[in-house]
């Protein structure tokens, strides 16, 4: 069974400029998180899509977005870029994700490294 | 908003020494705390414990969890060079968010 896919792993990207990461989750699940780590901060979440809807948000500015389609896989954008965006942006996913007493783990996939110059 | 908070942030050890790394956390209506270790890019699944007081173990690791107090300690006995990594703690409230602390950095020297 494939894990978790992100593309690309690697991105150099200018300020100002907009950047789309993909993330293909499991085979079956229905859940995708993305989140956002620089050294010292941890994981921070961005949002999670759960049935092609946005089901929860972070606290980052609008020009963090993104979607998830039909068979599940998410994209992430973030239009002009600032020096503070260069981070590992990590994605999960999990099933079902829902209901009381389905507690899932979540899968991670090897992250993009995206670096603004 | 959910909240967790990991101890200690850095954490420097000799092979052979046993080291307590520390979860609390704020979540409203909580699910499950999970347990991550990431050496190089994507953390990999250690334990996810929802009731209290039952110990998951594998190997040298152990995890427990303390709901009414909101915490969870995740063990690690005769530590190896191999266990340095970072550690995460994540928690799943009714929302279905899974919000992480900043991790545990555990580098074992030999």
């Known amino acids: 069974k494939a894990g978790v896919t992100q593309t690309p792993r690697y991105l150099i990207k200018t300020r100002g400029q907009q950047v789309t990461l993909s993330c293909s989750p499991i085979?079956?699940?229905?859940?995708v998180s993305w989140y956002q780590q620089t050294p010292g901060q941890g994981l921070q979440f961005l949002f999670e899509?759960?049935?092609?809807?946005?089901?929860n948000k972070g606290n980052f500015p609008g020009r963090f977005s993104g979607r998830q389609f039909s068979n599940s896989r998410s994209e992430m954008n973030v239009s002009t870029l600032e020096l503070g965006d260069s981070a590992l942006y990590l994605c999960?996913?999990?099933?079902?994700?829902?209901?009381?007493?389905?507690?899932?783990?979540?899968?991670f996939g090897q992250g993009t490294r995206l670096t603004v110059v | 908003e959910d909240k967790v908070v990991q101890s200690p942030l850095s954490l420097v050890v000799h092979e052979g020494d046993t080291v307590t790394l520390n979860c609390s956390y704020e979540?409203?209506?909580?699910?499950?705390l999970l347990w991550y270790k990431q050496e190089k890019k994507a953390p990999t699944f250690l334990f996810m414990l929802?009731?209290?007081?039952i110990e998951k173990k594998s190997g040298r690791l152990s995890s427990i969890l303390d709901k009414k107090e909101l915490f969870s300690i995740l063990n690690i006995t005769a530590t190896q060079t191999g266990d340095s990594a970072i550690y995460l703690c994540g928690v799943r409230g009714g929302s279905e968010k899974l919000v992480f602390g900043k991790g545990t950095k555990l580098t074992v020297n030999p």
């Open positions: 979540v409203t209506n909580f699910r499950s």
């Open positions: 999960a996913s999990s099933w079902p994700g829902t209901g009381a007493g389905l507690n899932t783990e979540a899968f």
């Open positions: 899509y759960f049935s092609e809807t946005q089901r």
């Open positions: 929802t009731s209290s007081g």
């Open positions: 085979s079956g699940h229905r859940s």
